[in-house]
């Protein structure tokens, strides 16, 4: 089977930085994607990693390690607009995404 | 702003009707995928396409169908609607190939009530 595992929610102030973590056990890899929803939204892209290493877009970073099958997201400087639920994803193969459990993200004042 | 749009955005219909969710993009992207998403839940790849005439099922068995006669164009039909199909289904589109295939676009979802 496939499996990418998240925790369900964390819990942040302003300004502080988070990170959500994501394990995955998928049948073939193609890189991670990391996915913002927030309520009653769509989805939208926030990074793609395909080799080992951190990716910085912004405030937004995401890590990738695929001997350790782990990845991450770190949010600096939070803002009260960054709550909603972030995603990863595995490309398994041509672009055929499977997406993790979903992290509810709450910033609070 | 979204390129890729889905109608109807809500739909409340009754046990054994035919609905058909629309969906078309304007970026000219080749691949368009299908998923489910219950409230608070993740997303399931349902059924996608590599471009015209192509379309596959996803990992996650579906009774619904789609075509792809024009590539803007990957619309999805339930021939006979029962409420387990009850969920919202996003239409997203990516590149064929390059650094943007990576990329999805999602839609704004179809909300799918079924009593």
């Not at chain 1, 073939?28 to 990391?34: D, E, H």
């Not at chain 1, 926030?46 to 001997?67: V, W």
């Not at chain 1, 995603?87 to 979903?102: D, R």
């Amino acid at each position: 089977g496939q499996s990418l595992e998240q925790p369900s929610e964390v819990t942040a102030v302003e300004g502080a930085i988070v990170q959500i973590n994501c394990t995955y056990q998928t049948s073939g890899f193609y890189g991670l994607s990391w996915y913002q929803q927030h309520d009653g939204g769509a989805p939208t892209f926030l990074s793609y990693n395909a080799l080992d290493g951190l990716e910085e877009t912004g405030r937004f970073s995401s890590f990738l390690s695929r001997s350790d099958s782990y990845g991450y997201l770190l949010l600096q400087e939070l803002q009260m607009k960054d709550s909603a639920s972030y995603f990863c994803a595995v490309n398994t193969g041509f672009q055929k995404l499977v997406f993790g459990t979903g992290t509810r993200l709450l910033v609070s004042p | 702003e979204a390129d890729i749009y889905q109608t109807p955005r809500y739909l409340v219909i009754g046990t054994g009707k035919k609905i058909t969710l629309e969906c078309s993009q304007t970026m000219g992207h080749d691949k368009m995928y299908w998923y489910q998403q219950d409230p608070g839940m993740e997303l399931h790849l349902i059924h996608y396409s590599y471009g015209v005439n192509s379309t596959e099922k996803g990992d996650l068995s579906s009774e619904s169908t789609v075509s792809r006669i024009r590539t803007e164009h990957f619309p999805l039909t339930l021939e006979s609607a029962r409420p387990s199909h009850t969920s919202q289904y996003l239409c997203a589109s990516s590149e064929g190939q390059g650094a943007g295939a990576n990329v999805l676009t999602f839609g704004a979802g179809s909300r799918l009530t079924v009593l």
